[in-house]
Nanobody
Framework: QVQLVESGGGLVQGGDSLRLSCAASGRTAGAYTMAWFRQAPGKEREFVSSIAWSGIIYYADSVKGRFTISINNAKNTAYLQMSGLKPEDTAVYYC??????????????????WGQGTEVTVSA
């Protein structure tokens, strides 16, 4: 089992920045991929970004150029630096973990473990 604990959400104004963190613990040995998804009210959960332990990164087009994902393998922690936030970025952001190097996997079902979610609200 892998446990994920997210932090860093909050209420910000448009144009502001936030950094989300996701710490993984438990059976984290071996290759893995961490990702961020988000779910706005009334919408399906959508892919935001992923990073494999090798450092290969993918972004959704909607966040490319504004969000930066990174990973600290020693700490089993992934980060999502969000800049230039827009009201449409408002959502609950979820951290996800997949066993193995999952390249360009954007479906929730591709990931084995999930965090509890952290809320991000961006006012206009």
């Amino acid at each position: 089992q892998v446990q994920l604990v997210e932090s860093g959400g909050g209420l910000v104004q448009g144009g502001d920045s936030l950094r989300l963190s996701c710490a993984a613990s438990g059976r984290t040995a071996g290759a893995y991929t961490m990702a961020w998804f988000r779910q706005a009210p009334g919408k399906e959960r959508e892919f935001v970004s992923s990073i494999a332990w090798s450092g290969i990164i993918y972004y959704a087009d909607s966040v490319k150029g504004r969000f930066t994902i990174s990973i600290n393998n020693a700490k089993n922690t992934a980060y999502l630096q969000m800049s230039g936030l827009k009201p449409e970025d408002t959502a609950v952001y979820y951290c996800a973990y997949a066993i193995g190097e999952m390249l360009n996997r954007r479906r929730p079902n591709d990931y084995n473990y999930w965090g509890q979610g952290t809320e991000v609200t961006v006012s206009a």
